[in-house]
Nanobody, 131 residues
Framework: QVQLVESGGGSVQAGGSLRLSCAASGYTYDRNCMGWFRQAPGKEREGVAVIYTGGDADYYADSVKGRFTMSQDAAKTTLYLQMNSLKPEDTGTYYC????????????????????????WGQGTQVTVSS
């Protein structure tokens, strides 16, 4: 059974940091697109960052560029999202997602990370940033 399990969420003050983890089991995403999405209350889900695990090419939404950094462990079983200089507008539920199709890469259209190719999703972890 394929599972993505996020952890590391919490409550911090503005300017603080958190590190999210996404542990994958049941499938090794070593030539796939993986990424992080978030959804704030009353808002649509948005793509935060994606990475192609076969080559480390990555893309960040403008709203987090320079503050968030993705990385993977050597075994390609865990995806991380280091979030620095957090802002209240970063508050939301953060989801890890993965595309099981090999070599497809990550789809970004006019600056927006597309989510229709992601077939595996985690349950989400809450991030709350207070001012």
């Amino acid at each position: 059974q394929v599972q993505l399990v996020e952890s590391g969420g919490g409550s911090v003050q503005a300017g603080g940091s958190l590190r999210l983890s996404c542990a994958a089991s049941g499938y090794t995403y070593d030539r796939n697109c993986m990424g992080w999405f978030r959804q704030a209350p009353g808002k649509e889900r948005e793509g935060v960052a994606v990475i192609y695990t076969g080559g480390d090419a990555d893309y960040y939404a403008d709203s987090v560029k320079g503050r968030f950094t993705m990385s993977q462990d050597a075994a390609k079983t865990t995806l991380y999202l280091q979030m620095n200089s957090l802002k209240p507008e970063d508050t939301g539920t953060y989801y890890c997602a993965a595309d099981r199709v090999l070599y497809r890469g990550c789809a970004v259209d006019r600056g927006r990370i597309r989510d229709e190719n992601f077939m595996d999703w985690g349950q989400g972890t809450q991030v709350t940033v207070s001012s």
